[in-house]
């Protein structure tokens, strides 16, 4: 008997490991209090529970789901567009941003500022089709690699932070990203990553017109701002978007300081989670001093407001999904 | 046995009559069509088969979804809604297009044009938060009366069209909104009404601004246009929430043509449909010279385009809900 219990026992918890959800996580305070939150809200009885159409889940994207170290990946993009293009515009040897940005002077790019970073977005986010434009990006996801792992950017997502998009949603969760990234950079790709559709995805915008191309229909890109996604612009985006306040948000950087205070701040239920990059040998640490993803007063405040912080090294077991 | 069969019979034609898609439809041409078309893009291996993630279905409102005669119903709520406020504004007594609405004057109010309109809409959408403009539209709502049938706005809707908006969802398809009305005065009650959650309302849109309001965090109605979800901005409306071209758009007016056109235009199984209002006496009859819901060249384009025309006096074995 003792032999077969000892053989069953490990079988048993193996199965129930499985069935368990977040396995990426450890089995610290931090999952402890996301599983406790979202069972209270999807259990029938339960007196914080919250009927289905009221489970809006928000996400921000770079840093929250998908690394964003040592830039931005739609930064690399750019970066690579813009010399794939170069050929084909010989004046830009002689014209900022393009000159420094060619030749690798990152403190060339940044002096030409919001004009130049302006034009750096024009030049590869506008004057084509969304078809046009999606075809561009799923080309360059296709190949590019990051630079510190050699992998697909887009297997530079947190296994973590996937299953817990998946487990909201296995709980009658609608989730949607709110990301100061470009939305139609996005779209092509977070169905297949993420699961979640482009109807679900909100976004820094730029204008679309709506005009006949060798007699058919197409909406072009225009070199015009829509919505800047970011900082009080993520509640606007998410009103504009969704039309109900969300009871769930999670963020990593001050730019989702407004969209963390809005979603906490209704009444009932409420859940905050900030992404804290402390990882520097799986991943990258910083947070107040970092060019991209900047945490400074979200984390001073998140105690007080109830926001809870995932210290990477500690709350995840696994970083990457498994190649 | 003859007895029995003739007791029988009639039972089981109830059951399957229930059963049966669109029951509110007549059986003719067009209510075959939209069922032929629905069956073959949701049955696994047909060759027209879709995948549920693109059964994106579209639907204008004013018109297509509830009346909008005599006047769309989201000017009576203007209209109301200025006399409601005008004892709090002495001043509109002498100021136009206040003077004209308030003496009923639909002229006068006419006279000040677009930029009276725009006026209008300013005093009566603006200059509040998200919030309290719901419960404006709301408490409206549960008051206001149609001229001529006397029932509540919200029951003026078309008992077929309700149907095919389950039809469509039953079969996997995701119905979305998308008219030149109001956003958020749609929000507030589509959801009980077609079915239709607030983050699948696509309409015109004004800027919001994130502030904080007696320490609260708030979302306010500014007086800017963002979006005006007509003609060639409904496939730009569509594009920036739904960010995929949907395989069945239904319209009434030529305010619809870009959106059919944008939806027909594309590969695959494609569906669009046109409401014709033909039934003076259950509802109204009106096309090209119609103030409210012109229709034009939409009809002189739909055979050739392969539109579907339905003919509500024909087509519809029932317009409004049962009361
Ligand atoms: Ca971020
Ligand atoms: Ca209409």
Chains 1, 2 share one sequence.
Do not use: C
């Not at 739609?74 to 060619?102: G, M, N, T």
């Amino acid at each position: 008997m003792k032999a077969i219990a000892s053989f069953i026992l490990p079988v048993l918890m193996l199965v129930a490991r499985a069935a368990e959800p977040l396995p990426s996580w450890n089995d610290t305070e931090t999952r402890k209090s996301i599983i406790a939150f979202v069972e209270k809200t999807a259990t029938e009885g339960s007196s914080d529970f919250v009927p289905v159409p009221e489970r809006i889940a928000v996400f921000d994207n770079d840093g929250t789901l998908w690394s964003e170290q040592p830039m931005y990946f739609q930064l690399a993009f750019v970066i690579d567009r813009v010399k794939a293009l170069a050929p084909d515009h010989p004046e830009w040897k002689e014209k900022e941003p393009f000159a420094s940005l060619l030749k690798g002077d990152a403190k060339g790019v940044a002096a030409s500022g919001q004009k130049g970073l302006m034009e750096l977005l024009a030049v590869t986010h506008t004057g084509m089709t969304i078809g046009e434009f999606e075809t561009i990006v799923t080309a360059w996801l296709a190949t590019a690699k990051h630079p510190k792992s050699g992998r697909p950017y887009t297997e530079m997502v947190f296994q973590p932070m996937v299953e817990l998009l998946g487990y909201l949603r296995e709980k009658g969760y609608k989730t949607f990203i709110v990301s100061g990234g470009g939305i139609e950079f996005m779209r092509p790709w977070t169905e297949k990553v993420y699961g979640i559709p482009p109807e679900q995805v909100v976004g820094s915008s730029g204008k679309l017109k709506y005009e006949m191309k060798d007699g058919k229909p197409v909406l072009t890109k225009l070199p015009e701002i829509d919505l800047i996604d970011d900082k009080e612009g993520k509640p606007v985006g998410i009103q504009s978007h969704i039309g109900r306040r969300p009871i769930f948000a999670a963020g990593n950087s001050d730019g989702d300081f407004q969209m963390l205070e809005w979603t906490t701040s209704g009444k009932g239920p409420r859940f905050g989670l900030i992404v804290h990059h402390t990882d520097a040998e799986r991943e990258y640490a910083y947070d107040r001093d970092s060019h991209f993803g900047k945490l400074d007063k979200a984390m001073d405040e998140a105690p007080k407001r109830g926001w809870v912080l995932v210290d990477m090294k500690k709350d995840w077991a696994t970083i990457y999904p498994e190649k």
